[in-house]
């Protein structure tokens, strides 16, 4: 019995050492260690042995029971390892490989020119103001002494949400709040930069959200001449001393008086086409003598206090400064049409 357990044992080691993989492996414990396992079966026969030798059988059965055990834990230990070893090897990132080139965006172009006409103002002295997009009928309105039922409201087609609240037709509510808030000091000197929202029909000089920059200054003594002098500064600093602008008579019945002011097309240099429609120039602002109704319904002595205001079409802007064709490319985020403007990042 001693020769066939030894036997036993010796042929168990040289198959675990022979394994290959965990399964192999565990099939060999099962075979040798499992109930049905050819140590079991001859320790089934140690009932004929004498009581003597009987101890003597049972200690070598689980001698040879451990030195397998041992040999088995010892070739899983190594299997194990070996498998780590060779997922760690199939996993190896080669860091001398050349990297994929990260893409680099651009700022959209109507950011590029809000900012450089913010940056424009603010060396003026102006302060950058905000108000909120859904915006109550008083201030988008009334405020600016256009009370319900006046025709000029139809100027401004309106997205209404309540009765009193709808999406701001322009920037100008901006000014109506900083008046309010000034509590009829000056002086003030703002610009509020903005989307604005009109039921007006997609071309390719109006979309039906778009962005406007309001400014606005009030104090004593401020007259039709320092509105001019201010245009035409912000007008040759965006386009240039060769282009051509003019300022034609207009209503807004917040200003008294009123213009709007044109740029001459830089698309057909001034011959007509299908942006300037026909006309050789594009609207770019509204602009006027703050309104005395607009100053005293903000608290402001009319006596005392004058002001201009004006509201420009960025994207207009964009389209003159950049030679684009159509409002709606703005908004369509065409990549190829945006990659254009990289050439102008500082
Ligand atoms: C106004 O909105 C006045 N609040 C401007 C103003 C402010 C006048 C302060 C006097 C004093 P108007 O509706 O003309 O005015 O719009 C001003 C500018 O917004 C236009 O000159 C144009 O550049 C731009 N604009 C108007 N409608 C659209 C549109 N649908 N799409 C794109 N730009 C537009």
Redesign the pocket.
């Known amino acids: 019995m001693e020769q066939k357990l030894l036997e036993l044992q010796n042929e168990a080691i040289s198959q675990i050492e022979n394994a290959e993989d965990l399964k192999s492996l565990n099939d060999i414990r099962v075979a040798y260690l499992g109930k049905k396992g050819p140590i079991t079966e001859v320790l089934r026969g140690m009932g004929k042995l004498s009581a003597e030798e009987r101890p003597k059988m049972g200690a070598l059965a689980n001698d040879v029971r451990s030195a397998i055990q041992e040999k088995l834990d010892e070739k899983l230990n190594r299997l194990e390892q070996e498998a780590v070893l060779k997922q760690l090897e199939s996993e190896t990132i080669d860091v001398t490989l050349p990297g994929r080139p990260v893409k680099q965006g651009n700022h959209h172009p109507l950011t590029r020119i809000v900012e450089e006409i913010e940056d424009l103002f603010i060396g003026m002295g102006y302060q950058v103001a905000e108000g909120p997009e859904v915006e109550q009928d008083y201030y988008n309105f009334e405020a600016l002494n256009l009370p319900k039922g006046h025709p000029a409201r139809d100027?401004?087609d309106s997205f209404y949400i309540t009765e009193d609240t709808l999406l701001r037709?322009?920037?100008?509510p901006v000014?109506a709040r900083t008046m309010e808030k000034h509590q009829g000091k000056g002086p003030v000197k703002i610009i509020c930069p903005g989307k604005v929202y009109?039921r007006?029909n997609d071309d390719a000089?109006?979309?039906?959200q778009?962005m406007?920059i309001?400014g606005l200054v009030i104090d004593e003594k401020i007259t039709m001449a320092d509105l001019k002098g201010t245009l035409e500064v912000f007008a040759k600093k965006m386009f240039g001393s060769d282009r051509e602008i003019r300022l034609r008579p207009s209503f807004?019945p917040?200003?008294e008086p009123?213009v709007?002011m044109d740029i001459s097309c830089k698309i057909c240099g001034g011959k007509g086409c299908s942006v300037c429609k026909g006309t050789g120039w594009i609207?770019?602002?509204?602009?006027?003598m703050v309104h005395p109704n607009v100053l005293e319904m903000a608290g402001f002595d009319s006596k005392k206090y004058t002001g201009f205001?004006?509201?420009?079409?960025p994207?207009?802007i964009a389209m003159l400064k950049y030679g684009v064709d159509d409002?709606r490319h703005f908004y369509t985020n065409d990549i190829r049409f945006l990659k254009q403007f990289a050439k102008y990042e500082a």
Do not use: V
């Not at 000089?205 to 039906?208: C, D, I």
């Open positions: 100027m401004q037709t322009h920037t100008s000014q009109r007006d000089t109006h979309s039906h778009f406007q309001e807004f917040f200003t009123s709007e609207e770019i602002l509204g602009a006027g205001a004006f509201g420009m079409g994207e207009r409002i």
